[in-house]
């Protein structure tokens, strides 16, 4: 239930980030690319922190899978 109300409240932050970007004209492709990267900085920190062994969790499989999925989603 926790991770359902954090999923939650991370799309709402996120439109709310959008929609007043889009007030002052921002444009989105870069802000999508801002929040790419934060995402996967933090991923990155959180693998890297936890105790599973790195090679047990990022396997080349799932990087391709990860990238596609990111490139697709910009």
């Known amino acids: 239930m926790t ?3 954090l999923a939650i409240a991370s799309s709402l932050g996120i439109g709310v980030v959008f929609k007043m970007a889009s007030v002052r004209g921002v444009e989105r492709l870069p802000l999508l690319a801002v ?3 934060a995402a996967a900085l933090i991923g ?3 693998v890297l922190t936890s105790d599973q062994p790195v090679a047990a969790t990022l396997s080349a499989e799932f990087l391709v899978f990860a990238l ?3 490139g697709l989603l910009i």
């Open 68 to 70: 596609s999925v990111g």
């Open 3 to 5: 991770y359902l109300l």
């Open 35 to 37: 929040n790419y990267l």
């Open 44 to 46: 990155l920190g959180l």
